[in-house]
């Protein structure tokens, strides 16, 4: 079964309220995928780890109607909190068990919830659900990411990159999937009509705020913040600082420059 993150509604909450949706190159990147497929228009759409809903809003956006599944009540509550359009449900259920017909989807999409997956379960799942046709979009943001402002962006992203890596030490073993840029899910995939893509940069718009803030979400801080609350609290604190002071600025809300690379996995049935 799938190994069970973010189940707190504390984590949960500032998983929404940090976690960016799809950068605009992720997202033209699947859609065209999916012209070259003839998808659209699709009927339904399912994103599977949807988490608060970052990307089941971006596809509400392209389809007919998006159902967004995660196995955490928190999350899900969090979805539906979150103003959304009306062709947008959400369901609490497992990845590797999926409440849809046999051949009923059109797509299947995941963005950076498949490392958590029982990844041979969820291939069977989705290889079920799927429509002969029917595509996949499995994405990940990798933790390449850089920060830029001014003439600073190499110092800033030193300062990011020094924080990161003291949280990464407290990385689940699943984060190896992305480590490898989805290898294995991708190898995993049961149509021989696929592709992986590693080379996806994306800007996504942040402040100095947004920035800790999507670092205090990421599963490994919360891990350091149950075992060392005081030294995972100082360290947040502290690089927030740093970064002030790197930019030259005093304001949280000071707007940077958050570059990110994706991998997607995408498939046809």
């Known amino acids: 079964m799938a190994t069970k993150m973010f189940e707190g509604k504390g984590h ?63 999350q899900i509550q969090e979805a539906r ?33 498949a490392h958590w997956f029982d990844i041979e379960k969820f291939m069977k799942e989705a290889n079920r659900v799927l429509k002969p046709g029917g595509c996949v979009a499995i994405s990940t943001y990798t933790v390449d990411m850089s920060v830029r402002y001014g003439n600073c962006s190499e110092k800033l992203t030193k300062v990011f990159r020094e924080c990161w890596d003291t949280i990464l030490k407290y990385s ?50 919360q891990v350091f913040l149950k075992s060392d609350p005081e030294a995972a609290k100082s360290l947040l604190q502290e690089t927030e600082k740093r970064m002030l002071e790197t930019m030259g600025v005093s ?3 000071t707007p940077v420059e958050f570059w990110v690379r994706h991998v997607c996995v995408l498939g046809c049935k």
Not at 199 to 221: K, L
């Open 12 to 74: 949960a909450a500032v998983y929404q309220k940090y976690r960016f949706e799809p950068g605009k190159e992720l997202q033209q990147t699947i859609l065209a995928y999916l012209q070259e497929k003839r998808v659209s228009p699709a009927e339904l759409v399912v994103d599977v780890g949807c988490g608060s809903g970052q990307g089941t809003r971006f596809l509400a956006e392209h389809f007919k109607k998006v159902v967004g599944t995660d196995i955490s009540e928190a």
């Open 172 to 221: 689940h073993d699943r984060l190896k999937l992305v480590l490898e840029n989805y290898k294995e899910i991708f190898e995993a995939l049961l149509f021989p009509d696929k592709k992986r893509i590693t080379d996806i940069f994306d800007n996504i718009p942040m402040t100095v705020a947004g920035v800790v803030g999507y670092m205090e979400s990421a599963s490994p801080y």
């Open 251 to 253: 304001s949280r809300e």
């Open 81 to 113: 909190d979150a103003l959304s359009m009306p062709n947008v449900s959400y369901l609490v259920c497992p990845a590797e068990e999926l409440p849809f017909k046999d051949a009923s989807v059109d797509l299947l999409t995941s963005f950076t919830a």
